[in-house]
């Protein structure tokens, strides 16, 4: 063999070497980083419970941000909403609770959960979120808007994360219902003894379904002691509530709507309608119904029989809750706060006055942006109620907004009650405004019925 051809086969010996060694130190690397990546990644349970699914952003932000720790979305929704409630409270109260809980219902309108809340509270199961807002260096209490979670504690603890509420109320002009946050079923009457003759209480479109809605989407879980499965629907309160529900018309035929909203705004404007109903988030809106009733408007809300507030918080968007067997709690705290860190910009402030922000943020910076928005010389906003002339606002004062705050932090009510609960009260009191069934036992078998139901879910 020639001397070059010893040198090629050498070579090759060298070069078969050379590439042996890069596929043992590649494989050792590879080994290396796999070590290094240990532990395993984990995964939290996010249980959706709202049609349409959560929201994405948050689920894909949270999962680009964090490698160690992922979000997965579980579905649970179905039209069949009893059905979807049943399997994930069979899984919670077997140990196969979530980390991560939807509690359900509309994003935009509802007056309840699809979970009870409350009850899930109380047995356990939630987590108080009091404790992480306050330590979360970017929040604390003083970042929060109080009033709404306030209203929503169960036994002082907050088991429940939102971003935003709108207010449920009735208004009406201060020289009639007068300057007050609350009143009576007989107060409202005598009101409404002031009103020209044929006025009406409100709008035609109110009906028992309507009203019904709206007075114990925020009472509700008054009449219910979750803790001893006592219920207290035989009462005067409850009582008169029925009574006064009644009142209204069976059901509104909404193939009419356009023309009663031309009446309503004609009856306002004219002083023949005592109050109207109003979803309020806005300081301006002050200015807008003061314009409407010719004088000081008041935010009074809807008749109780205790001298409560009548007006109640309901959420817009997303009510989420951390199981207290979640896996990772600071991960799943990690993701829930954004529910209550800013969302607008005061660098933005033309864009946000223009989008049109349609609720009332949990944020306080958020808050404030807006009220100094609403008091701004700059603003260009209009409103008209239904087809009336339209109303230009103007900046709001420092009077207003004083009634604006004491307005919202005198609000104790949240609309979160037990949408079976409610389905089983409603239910049992239709043939009572129908006039099929008395009172006594109206009350009797609501009593019954909601009794039983929560000695099921002891």
Not at 170 to 199: C, H, Q, Y
Not at 287 to 295: A, L, M, R, S, V
Not at 396 to 410: G, H, K, L, M, V
């Amino acid at each position: 063999m020639k001397r070059s051809d010893n040198a090629i086969v050498l070579l090759k010996k060298n070069y078969l070497i050379f590439f042996l060694v890069f596929i043992l130190t590649s494989c050792a690397s590879s080994s290396e980083r796999v070590l290094s990546s240990s532990p395993e990644v984990q995964t939290l349970i996010y249980a959706n419970l709202t049609e349409g699914g959560p929201s994405r952003k948050m689920v894909d932000e949270f999962n680009q941000t964090h490698k160690k720790v992922q979000i997965e979305v579980r579905d649970y929704y179905s039209e069949d909403r009893k059905n979807a409630r049943q399997k994930l409270l069979a899984e919670i109260v077997a140990g196969r609770s979530p980390d991560i809980i939807d509690l359900g219902g509309s994003l935009v309108t509802s007056s309840t959960t699809l979970l009870p809340y409350q009850q899930m509270a109380q047995g356990g199961y939630l987590e108080n979120l009091w404790p992480y807002i306050e330590s979360d260096p970017e929040l604390g209490r003083k970042a929060v808007l109080e009033a709404p979670l306030e209203a929503a504690e169960i036994d002082g603890g907050l088991f429940i994360a939102f971003d935003s509420v709108l207010i449920n109320t009735l208004v009406g002009a201060t020289s009639i219902v007068g300057d007050r946050n609350s009143w009576t079923i007989s107060e409202l009457w005598n009101a409404f003894s002031l009103m020209p003759k044929g006025s009406t209480v409100l709008d035609y479109h109110f009906d028992q379904p309507t009203v019904f809605s709206y007075i114990f989407g925020m009472s509700l879980d008054s009449y219910v002691d979750l803790e001893t499965g006592q219920c207290n629907f035989d009462s005067e309160d409850f009582r008169s509530n029925l009574e006064f529900i009644r009142n209204f018309p069976v059901k509104f035929n909404w193939t009419t709507a356009e023309a009663v909203n031309s009446e309503v705004t004609e009856r306002l404007l004219n002083g023949q309608q005592m109050l109207v109903s109003e979803v309020f988030w806005r300081l301006r809106d002050i200015q807008f119904w003061d314009n409407i009733f010719g004088g000081r408007a008041t935010f009074i809300g809807y008749p109780t029989s205790n001298g409560s507030v009548g007006s109640s918080f309901y959420i817009r968007g997303y009510k989420l809750a951390m199981s207290s067997t979640c896996r990772n709690k600071e991960a799943a705290w990690e993701f829930l706060r954004e529910m209550f860190l800013p969302k607008y910009s005061k660098n933005d402030k033309e864009d946000v006055d223009g989008s049109g922000v349609l609720s009332l943020p949990i944020n306080r910076a958020d808050y404030e942006l807006l009220k100094e928005l609403d008091m701004s010389t700059s603003t260009k906003s209009t409103r008209s109620l239904f087809d009336g002339p339209e109303y230009k606002y103007r900046p709001a004062t420092e009077e207003e907004c004083q009634r604006y705050e004491n307005f919202i932090n005198s609000i104790d009510k949240i609309e979160l009650c037990d949408q079976e609960i409610f389905s089983i009260v409603q239910d049992a009191s239709n043939p009572y405004f129908a006039g099929d069934r008395s009172l006594d036992d109206t009350v009797c078998l609501i009593d019954n019925r909601v009794s039983l139901y929560l000695n099921e879910r002891q």
